[in-house]
């Protein structure tokens, strides 16, 4: 008989690893028993199972979509469709997750359901690229599960096909892809998809990644790719599209940082790079990362925003900053307050670019005829009553001014923008709170513009920009909007609004409400540190 192999004694180190997370589970199982939850693994594999044993493709017209946040809205590029997929809705005491499949039709302003068998479980935060190839079909990567009481994440890594031509979902196994992640991007580039960057959090630690892959639509391969230049540092919730030219553009992002123990920082990101593959490179594996230089109206400091490319630019909508002095300290997220924490944006910019340089300009809305005409009216009679004042005002200033920024008004194509040189504040921008303060709520209502929010959906299709939903802070509620809105990219006169946005009619359970019944009972609850999310 041969000698049995002996065991590789393992370190200490490797011991109290173990022993720590084998604790952490007992743990954890005790607290899900306490809640009447499972495990999240074993809720996705119930959802699997049921998805499994459905047999028959069910197609519906349905009402709009509920309230949900991290879903994704992506236009068909030959149908006068634009379909959503997934995404969750968190009414302040739990959390519901969704895996939907809905068709808004814009010439009929229809809503369909598909429902498919086996489908992909529910998830948030993920990313879809829709391609014309096999008859159509929607591409889903990553995102992420949330328990009912947000005491659980799991991220997945599934790939995931649905073709149109046939209603079925088709779940695509090809090892070698990128981690477990949320809060990532994707694109559709020739016949890759390219995936960029992203999240995954435990619960005990938050990574985030700045790696790139691409997956081969023909060979069903991933790829790591090879990259030259400077490489953006790791981050979600960043912009990342097509560019005119053919290069895919990188803005932004969020990533946390941490100051010391149980307290971090968030950072916002505002830089801007290209992503290419390199010149004479057939297998498309080698790929150059270059920095765009920004000049213009760059908007101020903020994540979340929504973007979309419309013909010759790239526009991008809205987003969110954390007010001054705000940082995550678990101390204090039990604080109650009325103020908002956060700053929240409704603005619509152009990113026009030359070469390796983009030029923000923010978009002026022209407003409808009639609305126009009532302006110009009231706007003359203003200016007769005030010419006096304007007048003496005037002498009375210092000869010597320091010199004014100048604003050039520039037609290009379908959008008219504002550029102004010369103003920038120290984060580099010049736009957001400090750009038309006194006429925001005036324009807000001339132009109906979409309210303030962020990771709202965004897309351009036929001419049009379609907007739809995005969450807001207000008081203690973290709302989630579910309107629609579009805009004309010809005539920009207006917003004109598919869904109103009702936010009376929005559902919020208030947690201390919940808890009171178990809180006279004696039973201790716990929840955990809620983060604004900007995925």
């Given at each position: 008989?041969?000698?049995?192999?002996?065991?590789?004694?393992?370190?200490?180190?490797?011991?109290?690893a173990?022993?720590?997370?084998?604790k952490?589970?007992?743990k954890?199982?005790?607290n899900?028993?306490?809640?009447?939850?499972?495990?999240?693994?074993d809720?996705?594999k119930?959802i699997?199972?049921?998805?499994?044993r459905?047999?028959?493709?069910?197609?519906k017209n349905?009402?709009?979509?509920?309230?949900?946040?991290?879903?994704?809205?992506?236009?068909h590029?030959?149908?006068?469709?634009?379909?959503?997929?997934?995404?969750e809705?968190?009414?302040g005491?739990?959390?519901?997750?969704?895996s939907d499949?809905l068709?808004?039709?814009?010439?009929?302003?229809?809503?369909?359901?598909?429902?498919?068998?086996?489908?992909?479980p529910?998830?948030?935060s993920?990313?879809?690229?829709?391609?014309?190839?096999?008859?159509?079909?929607l591409?889903?990567?990553g995102?992420?599960?949330?328990?009912?009481?947000?005491?659980?994440?799991?991220h997945?890594?599934?790939?995931?096909?649905?073709?149109?031509?046939?209603?079925r979902?088709?779940?695509?196994?090809?090892?070698?892809?990128?981690?477990?992640?949320?809060?990532?991007?994707?694109?559709?580039?020739?016949?890759?998809?390219?995936v960029?960057?992203?999240?995954?959090?435990?619960?005990?630690?938050?990574?985030y990644?700045?790696?790139?892959?691409s997956?081969?639509?023909?060979?069903?391969v991933?790829k790591?790719?090879?990259?030259?230049?400077?490489?953006?540092?790791?981050?979600?919730?960043?912009?990342f599209?097509?560019?005119?030219?053919?290069?895919?553009c990188?803005?932004?992002g969020?990533?946390?940082?941490?100051?010391?123990?149980?307290?971090?920082?968030?950072?916002?990101?505002?830089d801007?790079?290209f992503?290419?593959?390199?010149?004479?490179?057939?297998?498309?594996?080698?790929?150059r990362?270059?920095?765009?230089?920004?000049?213009?109206?760059r908007?101020?400091l903020r994540t979340?925003?929504?973007?979309?490319?419309?013909?010759?630019?790239?526009?991008m909508?809205?987003?969110?900053?954390?007010?001054e002095?705000?940082e995550?300290?678990?101390?204090?997220?039990?604080?109650e307050?009325?103020?908002?924490?956060?700053l929240?944006?409704?603005?619509?910019?152009?990113?026009?670019?030359?070469?390796?340089?983009?030029?923000?300009?923010?978009?002026?809305?022209?407003?409808?005829r009639?609305?126009?005409?009532?302006?110009?009216?009231?706007?003359?009679g203003d200016?007769?009553?005030?010419?006096?004042?304007?007048?003496?005002?005037?002498?009375?200033?210092?000869?010597?001014?320091?010199?004014?920024?100048?604003?050039?008004?520039?037609e290009?194509?379908?959008?008219?923008?504002?550029?102004?040189?010369?103003?920038?504040?120290?984060?580099g921008?010049?736009g957001?709170?400090?750009?038309?303060?006194?006429?925001?709520?005036?324009d807000?209502?001339?132009?109906?513009?979409?309210?303030?929010?962020?990771?709202?959906?965004?897309?351009?299709k036929?001419?049009?920009l379609?907007?739809?939903?995005?969450?807001?802070?207000?008081?203690?509620?973290?709302?989630?909007?579910?309107?629609?809105?579009?805009?004309?990219?010809?005539?920009?006169d207006a917003?004109?609004?598919?869904?109103?946005?009702?936010?009376?009619?929005?559902?919020w359970?208030?947690?201390d409400?919940d808890?009171?019944?178990?809180?006279?009972?004696?039973?201790?609850?716990?929840?955990?540190?809620?983060d604004?999310?900007?995925?």
């Amino acid at each position: 008989m041969g000698k049995k192999d002996k065991k590789v004694k393992k370190k200490g180190a490797e011991k109290t690893a173990e022993k720590t997370e084998k604790k952490l589970k007992q743990k954890n199982k005790k607290n899900l028993a306490e809640k009447g939850e499972d495990d999240i693994e074993d809720i996705i594999k119930q959802i699997e199972e049921e998805e499994k044993r459905r047999k028959d493709v069910v197609i519906k017209n349905v009402d709009a979509p509920s309230q949900r946040s991290g879903f994704t809205m992506t236009p068909h590029p030959e149908n006068p469709e634009i379909i959503f997929f997934g995404g969750e809705f968190y009414n302040g005491s739990r959390t519901s997750m969704f895996s939907d499949l809905l068709i808004y039709n814009t010439k009929r302003n229809s809503w369909t359901q598909i429902s498919s068998p086996a489908g992909p479980p529910p998830r948030s935060s993920h990313q879809a690229a829709l391609v014309t190839r096999g008859g159509g079909q929607l591409w889903i990567f990553g995102g992420e599960y949330t328990s009912p009481t947000e005491s659980q994440f799991y991220h997945y890594k599934d790939l995931w096909c649905y073709h149109f031509s046939s209603k079925r979902w088709e779940k695509v196994s090809a090892p070698g892809g990128p981690s477990g992640r949320s809060g990532h991007r994707m694109v559709n580039y020739k016949q890759f998809l390219i995936v960029f960057g992203g999240f995954h959090d435990n619960l005990r630690d938050c990574r985030y990644f700045n790696d790139l892959y691409s997956f081969d639509m023909d060979n069903r391969v991933w790829k790591d790719l090879e990259c030259t230049g400077p490489t953006p540092s790791p981050r979600s919730a960043f912009q990342f599209l097509l560019a005119p030219d053919g290069r895919i553009c990188l803005y932004g992002g969020y990533c946390k940082q941490k100051l010391k123990k149980d307290v971090e920082k968030g950072l916002v990101h505002t830089d801007m790079f290209f992503l290419s593959p390199m010149k004479h490179d057939e297998t498309l594996t080698k790929w150059r990362w270059q920095n765009v230089k920004q000049v213009g109206l760059r908007a101020s400091l903020r994540t979340g925003l929504s973007s979309a490319l419309v013909k010759d630019r790239i526009v991008m909508f809205g987003g969110v900053c954390d007010k001054e002095g705000d940082e995550e300290d678990p101390e204090d997220s039990d604080d109650e307050g009325v103020e908002d924490s956060a700053l929240f944006y409704n603005e619509l910019y152009s990113i026009h670019f030359d070469g390796e340089r983009a030029t923000w300009s923010m978009v002026n809305y022209t407003g409808k005829r009639e609305d126009r005409k009532k302006e110009e009216e009231t706007a003359v009679g203003d200016k007769e009553e005030n010419c006096d004042e304007v007048k003496k005002m005037e002498d009375m200033s210092i000869e010597t001014q320091p010199e004014e920024p100048k604003t050039l008004t520039v037609e290009s194509g379908a959008f008219t923008v504002s550029s102004t040189i010369g103003l920038q504040d120290q984060n580099g921008s010049g736009g957001g709170e400090n750009s038309k303060n006194g006429d925001d709520k005036k324009d807000s209502k001339l132009f109906n513009i979409p309210t303030p929010r962020f990771n709202a959906g965004l897309v351009y299709k036929s001419g049009k920009l379609y907007l739809y939903g995005g969450m807001v802070e207000t008081g203690d509620k973290d709302l989630t909007l579910c309107d629609f809105h579009w805009l004309d990219t010809h005539k920009l006169d207006a917003w004109n609004t598919i869904i109103e946005n009702d936010q009376q009619k929005m559902e919020w359970v208030a947690e201390d409400d919940d808890l009171s019944d178990e809180d006279s009972e004696g039973e201790e609850d716990s929840e955990g540190e809620e983060d604004m999310d900007t995925e």
